[in-house]
């Protein structure tokens, strides 16, 4: 089997590739979108908000912040892979994914809760209060999203029609968002009355509420119907073998650390920059943000049509190129100048919102891409190491938001910041991201794989599989086995 993705077996034309399973209902569309808004009604506080509460509200130093994010993070390069094994190996009438996206989002909605609260310790105690809900929290995390992303590389073998539900997917996140975004803050300080302690401990239940039913209506209209090749090698170091084979794969990883990377730390820098740059107060920090989310459903919701003329690689490659652009426009802009910082926010994020969709596609394309090179499809642990080097990636800009706040000096509770701290916060908006964006730029062009190539590839595996199935006949109805109607 020659390594190259340019050669197919069988294949003499690269045209109409023959797909199974490949158009999807919209209900099933909105219904695995409605997955990943279920997680964002509470993840996205962790990502958008969880920085702020602890060194503003919580009452712990940023340094410490930082910490915590990062510490997890080793614990993920263990338990990440082993539930993608896990998930792999799951057998039930529900499927391999489907019963993770039922049972555990109860546990990590109450995780959720408790971690948004403030209990009446010492210092110390507290600290490690945090430590201990941010692990569960972590952990329960990691066994509802391995399962929810695989579940996307087993709905349909059409890599295109992989961007229109993915993009589905977005702009539900992005509604979830909204939600999120415009209630948040305005609920904390209405059932907090002053207490903004309580305030984000009663709204974040209010939001798990709400995510429950969402992962509910998820699990109620997805379908599995990609299945692992048959006598497939299941042990983890095989699983793992294959994957390392695979540089598609590997490159995959790098390019969800970098998006990952460069959208957290902006996402969490977001909050400090409206309050202290731009001098915004609840309801202007609540439209900033806001603004934001709406640029980036916008680009969400035109990724598929872009991709379906362009060839989706081609279109994340040069969204992302403006968006670097777009990023150094930003940083230049005065903070007097709210107006004009808010409309390159918002084109920030629909440039953001148009690759988005197409990422998460790619990581198919790359287990595809897997299964075609090495015969195998390990489904669950190649989402888990996407996962967890999406997790790395919040995880680093967590970090680097709390190190670089207390290299600028950042004051917590202070009216004006000083002005090493105002350019720290600008940076983690603008130039810092605008970086990690031309690295990411470079690992999409050396991933390769256009919407041509990627016909070839499931033309190929489509072969396979037939001639699979009638070997599998054949020796059903052969004279040492007998008759497969006997």
Same mark, same amino acid.
């Given at each position: ?16 590739? @023959? ?43 940023? @340094? ?86 695989? =579940? ?16 589905? #997917?977005? *702009? ?14 305005? %609920? ?36 599995? #119907? ?23 794969? #590997? ?13 957290? =730390? ?30 980036? *459903? ?33 940083? %230049? ?7 004009? &910082? ?34 195998? #499809? ?16 919040? &995880? ?43 690295? %990411? ?14 016909? &070839? ?15 599998? *006949? ?13």
């Amino acid at each position: 089997m020659t390594s190259s993705p340019l050669r197919f077996a069988g294949s003499t034309s690269l045209r109409g590739p @023959a797909m199974r399973n490949a158009k999807l209902s919209v209900i099933e569309k909105i219904g695995f979108g409605m997955g990943d808004a279920g997680n964002n009604m509470t993840f996205a506080a962790v990502v958008m908000y969880l920085s702020y509460f602890y060194t503003d509200v919580y009452g712990i130093s940023p @340094a410490i912040v930082g910490t915590i994010f990062i510490s997890m993070r080793f614990v993920d390069a263990i338990t990440d892979p082993l539930m993608g094994a896990l998930a792999d190996r799951t057998r039930s009438r529900r499927g391999r994914f489907r019963p993770y996206i039922l049972f555990v989002p109860v546990p990590l909605a109450a995780s959720c809760v408790l971690m948004f609260t403030t209990p009446d310790w010492s210092e110390s105690a507290k600290i490690g209060y945090a430590f201990a809900t941010y692990f569960a929290m972590s952990l329960l995390y990691t066994a509802v999203n391995i399962p929810y992303c695989a =579940l996307g590389g087993v709905i349909t073998d059409d890599h295109r029609e992989r961007v229109s539900f993915q993009s589905w #997917r977005f *702009i539900l996140v992005g509604v979830a968002y909204l939600i999120l975004n415009s209630s948040l803050m305005p %609920l904390v300080e209405l059932l907090g009355g002053g207490d903004e302690a309580q305030g984000f401990q009663y709204t974040m239940a209010i939001m798990s509420v709400i995510a429950l039913a969402m992962f509910g209506f998820c699990f109620s209209t997805v379908r599995e #119907r990609i299945q692992p090749p048959p006598k497939q090698q299941e042990h983890l170091m095989t699983t793992l073998k294959a994957l390392a084979k695979n540089e598609k794969w #590997r490159i995959i990883l790098g390019i969800t650390f970098l998006q990952a990377l460069q959208f957290f =730390l902006r996402q969490g820098a977001a909050i400090y920059f409206a309050t202290y740059v731009l001098g915004l107060g609840a309801t202007g920090i609540s439209v900033f943000v806001t603004s934001g989310v709406v640029g980036k *459903i916008a680009g969400t919701a035109i990724s598929s049509w872009c991709s379906n003329r362009i060839s989706k690689r081609s279109v994340f490659l040069a969204s992302t190129c403006a968006l670097i652009l777009a990023s150094v426009m930003l940083y %230049l802009v005065p903070g007097s100048w709210v107006l004009l &910082a808010t409309v390159l926010f918002v084109i920030v994020y629909f440039l953001h919102g148009i690759g988005t969709p197409i990422s998460w596609a790619l990581m198919a394309d790359a287990e595809d891409y897997g299964e075609w090179k090495t015969g195998t #499809r390990n489904t669950g642990v190649s989402f888990a190491g996407n996962l967890f080097f999406l997790k790395l990636g919040l &995880a680093f800009s967590g970090g680097m938001i709390g190190y670089l706040l207390s290299w600028g000096g950042y004051q917590a509770g202070v009216e004006q910041q000083s002005a090493d701290a105002l350019n720290a916060i600008s940076l983690m908006l603008t130039l810092i991201p605008a970086v990690i964006s031309a690295v %990411l730029a470079v690992a999409i062009w050396l991933f390769g794989l256009d919407d041509r190539t990627m016909d &070839a590839i499931r033309r190929d595996l489509d072969i396979r599989k037939r001639d699979n199935d009638v070997d599998d *006949i054949d020796a059903q109805t052969s004279p040492a086995t007998g008759s497969a109607f006997s």
